[in-house]
């Protein structure tokens, strides 16, 4: 493996640590983890949310309402919704750069 390759990863991975996103999500789940009962509520929600997501349902907006409103008083919770906004904001980052890194390669990553 290329010793250039793996030492801008190490810089990328620094990068991504130190980034506002991360240092974001680290401060919500530190304190969202002083909740035992709520983090329940919260891992319920993503596992169920992640489930929805991997079935590509024909009628995701309406999957994605129905799990809305069972969750309503989690996702209404300021801690939880600061988390999962967190989460999410930390996750598109990562997304984009994924795809700055794989722009130019040659993959064949079009069945995605």
Known sequence: MSDK???ASDRLNTLILESEEYQKYCL???????MP???RQVQEF???NFEV???GDVDDMETAARLAVEYKAVLENP???SYLNAELCFCKMMQTVTKNICRELDLELEFL
Do not use: D, P
């Open 5 to 7: 390759v793996m030492e």
């Open 28 to 34: 919500y789940k530190k304190e969202l983890e002083q």
């Open 37 to 39: 009962e709520l983090r």
């Open 46 to 48: 993503r596992k169920r």
């Open 53 to 55: 997501q991997l079935e």
């Open 79 to 81: 801690m939880a919704a």
